[in-house]
Nanobody
């Protein structure tokens, strides 16, 4: 499975962005998919994820509220709507897919497939 993330950019505090992640390859299979982010010098952290089986969504600490994940199961595409962005949201955002579609996974090492990342820069 190949994941292609897009939609990043440079914005001002308070702006919104919508990230997209398109899957190719074995898209007939179903995967829990998620967005992670990593700022320079920091660990990769979960932003949000969604299972396939019942479309359960889950969020990292302090992520719910300004961030919203959605997905289309037909093609395993996943989206991240980010509102009221803050400078501390500046990071490289990665989409990821796990090995199954029924489990909620919070840790980065539980995901098998990763996209190349898209940069989000928020200025004050």
């Amino acid at each position: 499975v190949q994941l292609q993330a897009s939609g990043g950019g440079s914005v001002r505090a308070g702006d919104s962005l919508r990230l997209s992640c398109a899957a190719s390859g074995r898209t007939s299979s179903r995967y829990t998919m998620a967005w992670f982010r990593q700022a320079p010098g920091k660990e990769r952290e979960l932003v949000a994820g969604a299972t396939t089986s019942d479309s359960t969504t889950f969020y990292g600490p302090s992520m719910q509220g300004r961030f919203a994940i959605s997905r289309t199961n037909v093609d395993n595409a996943v989206y991240l709507q980010m509102n009221a962005l803050k400078p501390e949201d500046t990071a490289t955002y990665y989409c990821a897919a796990a090995a199954d579609g029924e489990t909620v996974y919070f840790r980065a090492n539980e995901y098998v497939y990763w996209g190349q990342g898209t940069q989000v820069t928020v200025s004050s």
